[in-house]
């Protein structure tokens, strides 16, 4: 008598494995969106903390100063430059990516001027966009930046040096 397996057996260790994984791959992608948030909260963070850094030392941005003088996180430039509107100067704006869209929040810094203080601003942006950059404006702890205000600034800004984290 021949030793082996049956095509009974083989049939349910099939079946099995894909009950297995039709569990586990909802699971799996669900992570790595997390992931995506998570890192995106976290280059935010060191964003604003190598800005302050940056203003402490230099006292100013002006107006030449580029962004990889100021942080080492990944950002895209693509089509935008210099200030972002006539109210604002800005150093040249750029995106903060993540996985499937590279231009999710823009971002933009401005000097002290009048009584507003040096500040990152932020513009989420409009129209399409990828479902992950979607639940990365949409999680609670980027709602906290991109909806914040300083002094009466219209826009949405972090104050650079602010006390504000986010979790």
């Known amino acids: 008598m021949k030793k082996g397996f049956t095509m009974i057996e083989l049939i349910f260790v099939i079946v099995i494995l894909g009950i297995l994984a039709s569990v586990a791959i909802p699971r799996l992608a669900a992570t790595r969106t997390d992931a995506e948030i998570s890192a995106a909260v976290s280059n935010l963070r060191t964003i604003l903390s190598d800005a ?3 203003y402490a030392v230099k006292g100013e941005f002006g107006s030449t100063v580029k962004w990889k003088d ?5 950002l895209y430039q693509n089509h935008i430059q210099g200030p972002i509107d006539s109210s604002i100067q800005a150093v040249q704006a750029v995106y903060l990516g993540v996985a499937d869209d590279k231009e999710c929040i823009l971002l933009g810094l401005a000097d002290r001027d009048g009584n507003k203080p040096a500040r990152i601003e932020f513009w989420p942006k409009s129209g399409t966009t990828g479902d992950v950059c979607k639940q990365v404006r949409n999680s ?26 986010i979790y």
């Open 140 to 165: 609670d702890a980027i709602k906290a930046y991109i909806e914040s205000t300083v002094n009466g600034v219209d826009r949405n800004a972090i104050a650079i040096g602010s006390s504000t984290s």
């Open 70 to 74: 100021i942080t080492n996180v990944p």
């Open 52 to 54: 302050a850094a940056y």
